[in-house]
């Protein structure tokens, strides 16, 4: 059994279609085209029937999981246009200092600042229609981004991209935090328990989407301060020396992080849904 589990890891981890930047971020669409409201729906479904007007024929724009990844796949397939865009993904902040989103910010050029802008572009009437269908696939990707812990916390290593890490005793040398939280965690907080993807009745889904695109921002942060950096380097992560080499995901750490994931799911695919409708609605 723990050889097929390693096996299927190893496979999972390989597969750049399996990473959060398809099965986490169609999840995260999933939830919220479950929960948008009908009119929401139908303007939607016309917004993806012209994903032509694009013009990126090697990223589609059919589908609401399709449009979830599309800002991945044009960054990486249609580079020269659109590498302009990738301090968009993001917004990292020291976790052993304080929340201020305006270093990050500056110029928009940060997730959040760009949820916004997303949301005025679709609802303004004078968007042309291809920016408008590019602000809806960035609005759809852009949300899951927000709430992926480690594209909003950093301890001067990239959000985790810089931290060599196993996950239990899986440890491929490629292998680093920020791809673990990404990848195979989100993997198994999807999965772990009652499905994500459904219709949520309005007592359950309306605490998890009050608050402000900031708000937001300032949970996710908290996810990686209190969560994904003390569970990977120790709790006294701001005071004592980084780790020398890789560093272990134990299970108990992992379990401990299953939940933080797997809420941060929840809450993005119902905000998401929220913003569709202010935008669309």
């Known amino acids: 059994m723990k050889k097929l ?13 399996l990473a959060y930047g398809q099965f ?9 085209f479950a929960n948008v409201k009908p009119q929401t729906r139908a303007r939607l479904l016309a917004l993806l029937a012209k994903g032509d007007a694009l013009a990126t024929p090697e990223c589609r724009v059919r589908t609401i999981e399709d449009a979830s990844t599309w800002p991945d796949c044009v960054r990486a397939r249609y580079s020269l246009r659109f590498g302009y865009s990738a301090p968009w ?6 976790i052993c200092g304080q929340f201020d989103l305006k270093p990050p910010c500056r110029d928009g050029n940060c997730v959040s600042a760009q949820i916004e802008r997303d949301v005025k572009l679709l609802q303004a009437k004078d968007t042309p229609l291809p920016e408008r269908v590019q602000a809806l696939a960035f609005l759809i990707h852009f949300v899951g981004d927000l709430h992926m812990p480690l594209h909003s916390g950093s301890h001067n290593d990239q959000g985790g991209n810089a931290v060599r890490a196993s996950y239990g005793d899986y ?5 680093n935090l920020h ?18 993807v459904r219709r949520y009745i309005a007592a359950e ?14 949970e996710s942060y908290a996810a990686a301060r209190d969560v ?6 120790g709790t006294q992560v701001c005071t004592a020396p980084p780790p020398a080499g890789r560093v272990r995901l134990s299970e108990q750490a992992i379990e401990h992080a299953v939940p933080v994931q797997r809420l941060q799911v929840q809450r993005a695919g119902l905000r998401l849904a929220r913003l569709l409708d202010e935008a669309l609605g």
């Open 5 to 17: 589990v390693v096996a299927l890891l190893a496979l999972i981890l390989a597969t750049p279609a």
């Open 228 to 233: 994904a950096y003390p569970d990977a380097l």
């Open 205 to 218: 889904a309306a605490p998890l989407q009050a608050g402000s695109v900031e708000d937001w921002s300032r």
């Open 24 to 32: 986490g971020h169609n999840t995260i669409a999933e939830i919220a």
């Open 89 to 94: 993904h993001y917004q990292t902040l020291d």
């Open 171 to 175: 440890a491929p040398d490629r292998l």
């Open 179 to 196: 791809g673990i939280w990404d990848g195979v965690l989100a993997e198994r907080a999807i999965t772990d328990g009652s499905a994500l």
